[in-house]
């Protein structure tokens, strides 16, 4: 049976909730993840020391075991550099969200005063602390992420000596900008490089593959398979991951999120074997991300084999992406 094996997989964008949902959905990130940045948009945000100590203490407590390593992450506000620095031992990054423009985001950035933001980035430039951004406008939802370049744009060149992560991409313009500035690298999803807006409303809503920022056109697609498939070396795997109940995606005003973390590496091997790229999958969903933050993972060989694996209808009460479909791969054992 054909087998593949992935040394050490990192999720770089990872919702894990809270309470009952994050003891539902963090056990199955850490048992085929050596680790993963989560993100700190919990109600209320995560924002202070204290917060971001109870927090991994409670996400350690719901993983069965030692070997997984959550990265921690502050919601972005304009700190002071006293503070940073206070934080900067127990962080991996700082999550930069538009305000309102995704789920719990209300108390994001709602104006980009560079002059504002100036002693934050420059305190985060200094201290080597990565800015994670949610790259969106509040234009019109097709084009929210392309308007956003110039924004990107603003940021490296007034800050070049700060590390921006542009989050979950998913449109060409996107892409593009990786090469334009040193600092700029991205996280890609699994689903965005599955996806295209057909998908989401092309024929019957289909909740479970609507997220934010929502799947873009055919041409977005190829662009995004272009640079993961290659492995660019400025580009990381990020599931974004993103759990709802099943009742708060299966109704009107449906949930935006989709949950892909028990069945990512799956999928993932799926789209690099099609396109005969077996060979890349591990600089993707490891080798990249070790060498954009500077991490050290703990050891984790996950291998997968060729065969039919028929993803569960839910997962607590969780659906997932794909739910009830077969794929053609599956992990085989974890060590």
């Known amino acids: 049976m054909k087998t593949h094996t992935l040394l050490m997989p990192l999720d770089m964008h990872l919702h894990l909730r809270d309470g009952v949902m994050l003891e539902n959905v963090a056990p199955l990130t850490a048992y085929s993840f050596s680790g993963a940045i989560v993100m700190p948009n919990l109600v209320p945000p995560v924002s202070t020391l204290e917060d971001i100590k109870a927090y991994k203490k409670r996400i350690m407590a719901a993983v069965p075991n030692d070997y997984f390593e959550p990265y921690m992450t502050l919601f972005y506000k304009n700190y002071d550099k006293a503070f940073l620095k206070s934080v900067s031992e127990e962080i991996t990054a700082i999550k930069l969200y538009p305000a309102g423009i995704t789920t719990n985001s209300e108390g994001g950035v709602s104006s980009f005063d560079i002059e504002e933001m100036r002693p934050t980035l420059e305190a985060m430039s200094t201290l080597n602390i990565p800015l994670c951004v949610h790259g969106e406008t509040d234009g019109f939802v097709m084009d929210r992420e392309a308007e956003f370049m110039s924004i990107y744009e603003m940021l490296a060149s007034n800050f070049p000596d700060l590390k921006i992560i542009m989050e979950h991409i ?26 295209t807006l057909d998908d989401v409303v092309g024929g019957m809503m289909m909740p479970h593959n609507f997220c934010k920022p929502i799947a873009k056109r055919p041409e977005d697609l190829d662009a995004l398979l272009s640079v993961a498939l290659e492995a660019h070396p400025k580009v990381m795997f990020g599931s974004d991951s993103a759990p709802h109940p099943q009742d708060k995606k299966e109704s009107c005003g449906c949930a935006a999120g989709v949950f892909t973390a028990p069945i990512a590496l799956q999928l993932l091997c799926e789209i690099f074997e099609q396109y005969n790229k077996l060979d890349n999958l591990q600089a993707f969903v490891s080798d990249n991300a070790q060498n954009i933050y500077g991490i050290c993972p703990e050891f984790k060989e996950i291998i997968l084999e060729k065969r039919t694996f028929v993803i569960p209808e839910k997962y607590g009460n969780v659906v997932p992406m794909y739910a009830g479909q077969a794929i053609n791969w599956a992990i085989a054992s974890v060590d």
């Open 170 to 195: 998913t449109t060409k313009e996107a892409v593009a900008m990786l090469d334009r500035f040193d600092n700029l690298y991205a996280t890609i999803t699994v689903h965005h490089l599955l996806l």
